[in-house]
């Protein structure tokens, strides 16, 4: 069975960069076909997709994110991390890794339920 798991820290201050790390179990990030992506959802807002990593490590960003961003990988570890620099209190949020196959005519940043794995998520707040 494969389990995603958030780790990183619940409070970060404005102006710095937010590092979180998903560490994959009962799967291998190199499978064929998936993508990992970070997900997050600000209150009382919807789910927003961020980006996403896939088996052979090419990335793909959200336009509006983009600038700040970057997803990396640790295949020895099977862990994919995000890196969202310069932080503002909207930035506050519930961050998930989620995971999905797929392979033509899908979008990873509105088919949510689509999404095969998702990890519990955690509890990010930009504050000073």
């Known amino acids: 069975q494969v389990q995603l798991q958030e780790s990183g820290p619940g409070l970060v201050k404005p102006s710095q960069t937010l590092s979180l790390t998903c560490t994959v179990s009962?799967?291998?990030?190199?499978?064929?076909?998936?993508?990992w992506s970070w997900i997050r959802q600000p209150p009382g807002k919807g789910l927003q997709w961020m980006g996403a990593?896939?088996?052979?490590?090419?990335?793909y960003y959200n336009p509006s994110l983009e600038s700040r961003s970057s997803i990396s990988r640790d295949t020895s570890k099977n862990q994919f991390t995000l890196q969202l620099s310069s932080v503002t209190p909207e930035d506050t949020a519930v961050y998930f890794c989620?995971?999905?196959?797929?392979?033509?005519?899908?979008?990873?940043?509105?088919?949510?339920?689509?999404?095969?794995?998702w990890g519990r998520g955690t509890q990010v707040t930009v504050s000073s």
């Open positions: 009962g799967g291998s990030i190199e499978t064929n076909y998936y993508y």
């Open positions: 990593i896939t088996a052979s490590g090419s990335t």
């Open positions: 989620a995971a999905r196959y797929g392979q033509g005519g899908f979008n990873l940043a509105q088919d949510f339920h689509e999404y095969d794995y």
